[in-house]
């Protein structure tokens, strides 16, 4: 039993961990110098244009010779769900954040509640090469005449399944059929399924964004109806291009850029053309409230609405764009198909572009709140 | 007199960085979301309040998924928790000189990462997966069994993989602390092997028994993530809900709420467990 620690220092524990008052004083500063600098959010401040939104989406804003002029960096914050852009600016988000990507329904009240600033137009004149179809999205963007979001891509939520296993679904109520038990998926957002399944439970509704209680009762209906006919609930749109890798399912709600990602896995996909009509979106360029670059910003976002960039994001991200000349110089024949840019109009043919849900009583109107409750009934059911 | 206030004052100064972290990390935190939880959104805007409705609308909607995730929790921490025992009383009787090298190859697990080891459950449990692959190929199944991945058995099995190193550290701990000589006089006193684990082994280690419940419950209460991507349409557990109220819904009051309903829901069941293991494994 001999104590093999002879160290001047080691002979009772107390004296173990000496704390000498030049030592205590240099961690402290350490800290101090941690708090100050470590932890101050690396997105803040003038020279560095902090992006806040879908993974892909920052290749239509990242002008590396702009930035470079302009002796700034670009600094991405990928989100997981739109509602992330709204939380990190109200909690604290503003003021260092720049650019937020909202969805084209989320601009309106993200701008009343004041965390959006109006975009200069006459600093985007790339906004001129936008195609004619677009500008009535206006209606959603423009608050007192002001502008607070600038389209920039769109895409769909579309019947998708694999032709290789099941025939080509005319209806969304295909999903719901015995002999394609467990072999289907919902989707994970919120309001792709709420829009979705809204058209497909109330026959002949406009706009499933104004719905009365006995719609959305009927719709979450529907949709508690599909998770028992479902694999799963899926967790994310990647999830979804799994299991159809894997052969897990046939049918889904997807996304179009699933039919590039299932190809690599050696499964073709096709999309359909269901009855009720297909839930379309576009996205938005935003510009935070107090955004430390909002020159920079404005030059970004020019840059992303050119031609050229417009046609590098859709080949990229396999998605829909706005800029009228790009859509010609799109050489990909899988995304010009998809989204037939060719003739624009025969894609959004079959889609439905809903308005947002009331945020507060409207007669009576389900407001958005009440429809993510509902929501989580269905999660619960 | 002025050696003792110098070590109280170095006790204090020591004590402090922890003290800090806890106070401004943990605590502070934990009171302001208390507040919070009175709240009440207006427009996914907090309105300071003093109300009890959030409170009143998680036990009216949620009270399923609360039993529910205390159910599977407890399922799970209670399956571990005797797992992480066999394990490391293995390695403490019979481990020898290899106890060690097992204790470390146990916590190698560790090192992979939850997410990964999510990922490669997935792998195993799929219909392309290990598991199907093999009953297909030696024909004990015709088609691959797609009940194995999401679902609340892929649930429990990857949790549960997920805490055994976390469960056998503290039970190992108090193994080696059990004086051999006891057990030596347990046996010369007639008793049987299991004798001497009812009487002479668990019952010193009812605390680690309790701490390795109490970890295994609570990382599983709070889980959200593997109930999403094993878990199947029914296996929603209240972090998927409380998620869903600081992203989604945006209303922080009631995801506070459910989170102090499940803390409390927690602290019962944990505590339920303890008093069942003092009560079970006491000496006799």
């Given at each position: 039993m001999t104590n093999r620690n002879t160290g001047p220092n080691t002979a009772s524990p107390a004296s173990a961990l000496r704390l000498s008052r030049r030592f205590f004083m240099a961690g402290a500063g350490g800290v101090a110098a941690l708090a100050g600098?470590?932890?101050?959010?690396?997105?803040?401040?003038?020279g560095q244009v902090a992006f806040l939104g879908w993974e892909g989406y920052d290749l239509a804003f990242k002008a590396d010779d702009i930035l470079k002029k302009a002796g700034a960096s670009f600094q991405p914050t990928y989100i997981s769900t739109i509602e992330d852009i709204i939380t990190k600016l109200r909690s604290g988000g503003m003021g260092s954040i720049d650019l937020t990507t909202l969805i084209y329904q989320y601009v309106g009240f993200s701008a009343s509640s004041g965390i959006l600033d109006p975009i200069d137009e006459s600093l985007v004149p790339n906004l001129a090469g936008m195609h004619p179809r677009f500008k009535s999205l206006d209606q959603f963007l423009r608050i007192d005449g002001k502008l607070y979001g600038i389209p920039f891509t769109f895409s769909s939520i579309p019947l998708m399944y694999n032709p290789a296993k099941v025939?080509?679904?005319?209806?969304?109520?295909?999903?719901?059929?015995p002999e394609h038990k467990g072999r289907v998926v919902g989707f994970p957002d919120a309001m792709s399924m709420i829009v979705t399944w809204s058209k497909v439970a109330n026959e002949g509704i406009a706009d499933p964004s104004r719905m009365t209680r006995e719609q959305l009762d009927k719709t979450i209906e529907l949709m508690v109806a599909l998770k028992a006919n479902s694999r799963a609930v899926p967790s994310s749109m990647g999830e979804i291009s799994d299991m159809f890798g894997r052969g897990e399912i046939d049918m889904a709600m997807g996304w179009e850029p699933m039919v590039k990602w299932v190809q690599d896995k050696g499964v073709e996909l096709a999309i359909a053309s269901p009855s009720e009509g297909t839930f379309a979106y576009f996205d938005t360029v935003n510009i935070a409230k107090d955004a430390p670059n909002r020159e920079l910003d404005h030059a970004l976002i020019n840059w992303g609405l050119s031609a050229a960039t417009q046609k590098t994001f859709s080949e990229a991200n396999v998605l829909g764009i706005v800029n009228a000349e790009a859509m010609g110089k799109v050489t990909d024949p899988v995304v010009s198909k998809i989204f037939h840019f060719d003739d624009i109009d025969a894609y959004f043919a079959d889609k439905f572009l809903p308005g947002m849900f009331p945020l507060e009583p409207e007669g009576d109107l389900v407001t958005w709140d009440e429809v993510l409750q509902a929501f989580e009934n269905y999660q619960r059911a | 007199m002025t050696g003792r206030i110098r070590a109280s004052w170095r006790s204090v100064a020591l004590m402090g960085p922890a003290a800090a972290v806890l106070g401004f990390l943990f605590l502070l935190p934990l009171v302001w979301f208390l507040v919070v939880s009175f709240y009440r959104v207006q427009l996914f805007q907090m309105i300071p309040d003093a109300s009890l409705a959030n409170y009143t609308k998680v036990l009216a909607d949620y009270a399923g998924p609360i039993a529910f995730t205390a159910a599977i929790a407890a399922a799970i921490a209670a399956i571990t928790t005797v797992l992480a025992f066999v394990v490391a009383h293995m390695i403490w009787a019979r481990g020898g000189a290899f106890g060690a090298f097992l204790l470390g190859a146990t916590l190698l697990t560790l090192f992979g990462g939850y997410l990964v080891k999510i990922y490669a459950w997935r792998t195993i449990l799929g219909r392309e997966g290990v598991i199907n692959s093999t009953l297909v190929g030696l024909g004990l199944v015709k088609q691959p069994i797609d009940a194995l991945l999401y679902s609340p058995t892929a649930v429990v099995l990857v949790l549960v993989s997920y805490l055994l190193p976390f469960a056998i550290l503290p039970l190992y701990g108090a193994l080696r602390a059990v004086d051999p000589v006891s057990i030596e006089a347990a046996r010369d006193l007639g008793a049987t092997p299991a004798g001497v684990l009812r009487d002479a082994v668990l019952p010193l280690c009812v605390p680690a028994l309790a701490t390795s419940f109490a970890l295994c419950f609570l990382l599983t209460a709070g889980d959200f993530v593997t109930p999403r991507l094993?878990?199947?349409?029914?296996?929603?557990?209240m972090g998927n809900f409380i998620e869903s109220q600081f992203g989604l819904r945006m209303n922080v009051p009631l995801g506070a709420a459910m989170t102090f309903t499940t803390l409390v829901t927690s602290v019962c069941v944990i505590g339920a467990a303890w008093a069942g293991l003092r009560h079970f494994l006491r000496a006799k």
């Open positions: 600098f470590g932890l101050k959010p690396a997105l803040a401040g003038q025939a080509r679904p005319t209806s969304w109520k295909d999903m719901l059929k | 094993v878990g199947g349409t029914q296996t929603f557990m």
